[in-house]
């Protein structure tokens, strides 16, 4: 073969090796997708959502939908508890939650059952004294103005600069919140504001972690952080709140809630091992693998495992670390992990730990992947759960594990405190708030860089910063 054709022949076949190298490095590096067209894209999303909110609710007759379900779905459950605390009904007796539910509003044989423990009546009390429409628009605005506050407070504390309300109602897991009207607005907050709060003010930090306690599935692991980390005030303040909560449980509805409650707790954990909430619905490893067709005993040693990982991995980091706002995004990442029991709505957990790995890597600069799990967790809860009731495939444990995975990277690349125990107890904050451009708010003559017109004249400086760090880490 004259040399001219072998150079064209082994030109040709480097041809599609470059191209699918190019076309993987295209989703691997992401360069494409900066700031100008990430704001784009949450524009198109939130217009999408609100749209999709509006929709429902125009094409509503009466409270329900044009499917035949109540508006605000499983916040009935929370209303009819009130309604029965109120008049001194058992909120765990199953048969008289159905029998108060129904008199209301029944749809066949569906039922939205209540598994909360007492710590979360003092809260439902309350909405005993309303009508369930004004108790469920109440309930929707206080609690999501308390996550918009939230998700202002992380970014307010990282300075990072985000298109708030686009940024919220772009978020899948908040228009999945609003429709069903659930607690996750509620225990977000709390968790989230809670674990950072701490770093500056222990108690009232403590104050909300207990708070967050109405869900105790996503707490496993704050204890194992605190205590390594040192955090006895918080632990203190945590546990004062968690006991005035269960009094005032005990006495609204007298010492035996308790027993009723575990009592029903078994019981769920027994129904939801056989499927009463569909697999597809969740959103753990533990009902991925049970989609899959694993037994009840394989799929508990899977998420076994997997929650044993994770613990050891916070521990680990922050007996490391110490406590910083770092170790509070690793345990809001491994908190829909850690748990076999969690759905798409409670992933606006995640709105705080994305905030501090975009903040963290516009500083620094994207690793290879990064900005693609950044993107499929923030959008994951509008297809994950469609696609394993559909299409039989659960992807949300893969895109958590590797949120985690990345969120874990960033937080030890914080350079271990130097002094031991003492730094484990110390103001969290200057770890990570002590950048070039910005000294922490503790050192002297960081007043003026603290303060509110201190950061809006160094903004600019950050975000040239910001901009030139984008580029992918190679």
Known sequence: MPSDAKGRDGHCRREPAKAAAMGVDFIRRADW???ARARGYLWCVALLNVAALILLVATSRGGIDRNGFLLGTDFISFWTTGHMLQSGGNVYDTSAHIAAQRAFFQQGDAYTAFFYPPLFLPICYNLGYLGYFPALGTWLV?????????????????????????????FPPVLITLTHGQTSF??????????????????AGG??????????QFGLLVPVALLLTGQWRTIIAAAITVTVFGLAATLISGPAVWADWFAVTRAAQAAMAEG???????????AATRLLGASTGVAYAIQGVLTTAVVATVAWTAWRQGYNAGVAALILAGAPL???????YDMVLLAFPLIWLAAEALRQGFYPWEKLVFVLTFIAGAFARPLAMFVGVPIMPVILIAFFIFV??????????????????AACLQATEATPDRPHR??????????PAGRAAARPARRAAARAAAAPRP
């Open 33 to 35: 997708l900066g700031e």
């Open 276 to 286: 009463a909430v569909p697999f597809a619905k969740m959103q753990s490893l533990f």
């Open 442 to 451: 503790r050192s002297p003559g960081s007043a003026a860089a603290s303060s």
């Open 338 to 344: 850690a748990t076999p029991f969690v759905l798409d």
């Open 408 to 425: 874990l990277r960033r937080a030890n690349e914080v350079p271990a405190p130097a002094e031991w125990w003492p730094a484990r107890g």
């Open 142 to 170: 206080v609690t999501g103005a308390m996550f918009v506050q939230g998700v202002r407070f992380w970014a307010r504390k990282l300075d990072f600069t985000l298109p708030l309300w686009t940024a919220v109602a772009a």
């Open 186 to 203: 509620l225990a977000a907050s709390f968790l989230g504001v809670g674990l950072l709060r701490l770093c500056d003010r222990p108690w």
């Open 207 to 216: 104050f909300l972690l207990g708070i967050a306690a109405i869900k105790p």
